[in-house]
């Protein structure tokens, strides 16, 4: 894994579970005889695969305030990670290929992996790793081109501020201007080729770590940061999307996993304004989510002794949240990206905290 031009590739299960059999017994995805699952778990502290850990059955919470939409989608089983890996936070689509940037892996907490998934051949490929490990790297695409904003050095904590990008020339990595000030768990997305670079964490202990209100914005062409109008509340681990030129921002943790929110702002660039959307129903923070058909999907995520498998997503012509299929493997800290007819979520804790990492990969269709 320590040379670049290494190329790793591994091929995925068949397991599927319908979402009408979820429905009718919400916890069915979540008992200990999924196969796909078998050996994928390793610990921070220690090396060597091991099964899911007993603990996940009774943090596991798959159970949604909001009714179950009349197609709840289903999930089966993709190509597992290469290695178990958490605390990405997030993940990128880039030209039908799914792009995961930092995390833990292997008993540290700063790796510089980059592994490519490919939908089509359902396998991982072994990409130029980032200059500098990290973990919760905020991460988006313009173009062809990937970012890599920041990220924690230590566990969720003590946060850098180097930026990276990547696919400018071919598989290498370039710096960028770095971030104003260091910061970790940054929620990243592109609008009209600048990336926006929103909220995030600060601080070198558990005692001193803050969530922030920070805007900050990314302009390729002048390597330059400027600041524009601060989050409506300081938040990390947040869901981000973008529709229509506008900038969703959903759930989310202040401070830590003990105050998650439920809150839903949207930005609109034109104006440089904050305005509420109605509220994610489960509140979480380290979830993935993403734009698939229309609507915005949030699976997953974290809070005190939980570990959520719930799959809710948002109508923003409605106004709307209904619940869809949970995930088969509840998780958090993990990497999900819309690609095609599905949705692909990979890596992930399937714990509280980050004790254990995961090489899980299970995906969602409405068909």
């Not at 605390?87 to 790796?111: F, I, K, N, S, T």
């Amino acid at each position: 894994m320590n040379a670049p031009s290494r190329r790793l590739m591994l091929t995925g299960g068949l397991a599927v579970v319908s979402g009408a059999a979820l429905a009718q017994n919400p916890h069915a995805g979540h008992g200990p005889h999924h196969p796909h699952r078998e050996g994928q778990f390793e610990r921070l502290n220690a090396p060597g695969r091991v099964d899911i850990p007993d603990i996940h059955h009774s943090q596991a919470y798959v159970t949604s305030p909001v009714p179950m939409a009349a197609n709840p989608g289903r999930w089966r089983a993709r190509a597992p990670l290469p290695v178990p890996r958490t605390e990405m936070a997030w993940a990128v689509g880039r030209e039908g290929r799914m792009h995961l940037v930092g995390g833990y892996a292997e008993q540290r907490v700063d790796r510089p992996y980059h592994h490519v998934y490919d939908p089509v051949t359902d396998t991982w490929i072994a990409a130029a790793e980032v200059p500098r490990g990290a973990n919760h790297v905020g991460v988006a695409v313009s173009g062809a081109k990937l970012y890599a904003i920041g990220g924690f050095i230590e566990q969720n904590r003590t946060p850098h501020a180097e930026c990276f990008v990547w696919g400018a020339d071919g598989d290498r990595w370039a710096a960028i201007r770095p971030l104003p000030e260091a910061c970790g768990a940054i929620a990243c997305i592109n609008i009209d080729e600048r990336i926006h670079a929103i909220g995030g964490a600060i601080g070198n202990s558990f005692a001193n770590r803050k969530s922030i209100d920070w805007h900050l914005v990314y302009d390729p062409g002048e390597d330059r940061w400027t600041r524009l109008a601060p989050m409506p509340l300081g938040r990390d681990h947040v869901g981000i999307v973008a529709i229509d030129g506008r900038i969703h921002l959903i759930g989310g943790r202040v401070d830590s996993f003990h105050t998650n929110s439920v809150l839903h702002h949207v930005y609109d660039p034109r104006e440089d304004k904050w305005t509420a959307r109605n509220h994610m129903p489960t509140p979480r923070s380290g979830h993935g989510a993403v734009l698939f058909q229309g609507r915005i999907f949030c699976m997953g995520g974290e809070g005190w002794n939980r570990v959520y498998g719930q799959n809710e997503a948002y109508d923003p012509v409605a106004d709307r949240w209904d619940a869809y299929a949970p995930m088969l493997t509840p998780r958090h800290g993990m990497g999900a990206v819309a690609i095609g007819d599905a949705i692909y979520v990979a890596g992930g804790g399937p714990q509280m905290g980050g004790g254990v990492k995961s090489a899980i990969h299970e995906a969602f269709t409405l068909g």
